[in-house]
């Protein structure tokens, strides 16, 4: 609630100038959609507005309205157990695949890759 509340802040609102939610509904992890869903199911009761479902990948894919050719967002489906940011700027990680340990290159478009 601190985000949200800071959110608020930020944009100069108060709860009062809410007049709806918009909630992303996956792909994504279950636990972090479960959260996001249950904080705007709360927020919506609680204040008596509407809530609109958003798919992940439409939202990120309206990040860039005005592409000159289509977006096709792409998000990494694979579980990394670990990652790390090599000195050539390649960010490599480990998963299981059975008994076999696979280093995964991956191709950050952004910050998230090394989380």
Do not use: H, N, Q, Y
Not at 2 to 13: C, E, G, K
Not at 94 to 111: E, F, H, K, N, V
Request: overall charge neutral; hydrophobic content about 50%.
């Amino acid at each position: 609630m601190a985000a949200i509340d800071r959110l608020l802040s930020d944009a100069s609102w108060t709860v009062a100038d809410l007049e709806g939610l918009a909630v992303a509904v996956g792909p994504g992890s279950f636990t972090g959609l479960r959260v996001g869903l249950s904080t705007v199911k709360g927020l919506a009761l609680a204040l008596s507005i509407p809530v609109a479902a958003v798919p992940t990948l439409d939202a990120m894919a309206a990040m860039l309205p005005f592409a000159a050719l289509p977006v096709c967002p792409v998000l990494d489906a694979v579980s990394v157990r670990c990652t790390r940011r090599s000195i050539d700027g390649m960010a490599t990680g480990c998963a299981a695949s059975g008994s076999t340990w696979l280093s995964l290159p991956t191709t950050s478009l952004g910050d998230w890759t090394s989380r």
